[in-house]
């Protein structure tokens, strides 16, 4: 077989995120082996993700949500209240969803921005529900959205 071998920069999450390569640039992340394109400005580029990283959480109490938690499905075996705080450093665009799976019980699932940043204008939300689901984007200037 014949073919060119190409080689991508590459480097962890936090080296990416200082780096601001040419447009159409491709990096891959070694730390969670996503792509990242570039685009001449924004810091870090844009991740390329061919699929969601699910977590699965069973644990209660503080709990910190990774830059790589596309979709967190929150199912203690013993549920009581639960606080998971979002990235402090994210990047425009990124995304987290929570899902509620505990089968039983009322405690509530909070999800918390770092501080200095807000969820549409809040310091934190809250799911009570049995099988309730949140979405949060970051937007920029401190400021996550329910989506």
Do not use: C
Request: hydrophobic share 40%; charged share 10%; glycine share 12%.
């Amino acid at each position: 077989m014949s073919h060119t071998q190409v080689q991508w920069g590459r480097g962890t999450t936090s080296q990416i995120a200082g780096y601001t390569g040419p447009t159409g640039e491709l990096v891959l992340n070694t730390d969670d082996w996503s792509l990242q394109a570039q685009d001449g400005v924004t810091a870090g580029g844009w991740v390329v993700r061919p699929r969601l990283n699910i977590r699965s959480v069973t644990g209660t109490g503080s709990q910190a949500v990774d830059t790589t938690d596309d979709i967190i499905a929150w199912n203690p075996g013993t549920p009581a209240a639960t606080t998971f705080t979002l990235p402090s450093a994210p990047r425009t665009g990124e995304a987290h969803a929570f899902k509620y799976l505990a089968s039983s019980g009322s405690f509530s699932l909070t999800v918390a921005a770092p501080s200095g940043q807000t969820i549409d204008g809040q310091a934190s939300v809250a799911l009570g529900v049995l099988y309730a689901a949140l979405r949060v984007v970051y937007i920029g200037s401190n400021q996550w959205i329910i989506a």
